[in-house]
């Protein structure tokens, strides 16, 4: 049974960080692109980032540039969500999902697959 576990969630302070890790088992992600998403109360779910099967591609919104990091490694069937310099409006439940050959971007843009149950990401003074 194909099924995708987030975890590494928590709450901080603005200006720290977090490490989002989704773990697949029942399957292998070698042929998947993998996607972060999040969604805050009363908000529509955005794409964050998503990286292709390869790690050849990677794709980050505007709102997460140059402070989130997307990685993955294969052989531990594992992706990870380096967040740093974190804002009040990085507060969401953080999902990964994953869609099985497809762009980064296009995952991304057009969520689709596998998802994870989410793990709560707060960040609050």
């Known amino acids: 049974q194909l099924q995708l576990v987030e975890s590494g969630g928590g709450s901080v302070q603005p200006g720290g960080s977090l490490r989002l890790s989704c773990a697949a088992s029942g399957f292998t992600l070698d042929y998947y692109a993998i996607g972060w998403f999040r969604q805050a109360p009363g908000k529509e779910r955005e794409g964050v980032s998503c990286?292709?099967?390869?790690?050849?591609?990677?794709y980050y919104a505007d709102s997460v540039k140059g402070r989130f990091t997307i990685s993955r490694d294969n052989a531990k069937n594992t992706v990870w969500l380096q967040m740093n310099s974190l804002k009040p409006d990085d507060t969401a439940v953080y999902y990964c999902?994953?869609?099985?050959?497809?762009?980064?971007?296009?995952?991304?843009?057009?969520?689709?697959?596998?998802w994870g149950q989410g793990t709560q990401v707060t960040v609050s003074p």
């Open positions: 990286i292709s099967s390869s790690s050849g591609s990677t």
């Open positions: 999902a994953a869609d099985f050959l497809t762009s980064a971007e296009r995952l991304c843009r057009h969520p689709a697959g596998s």
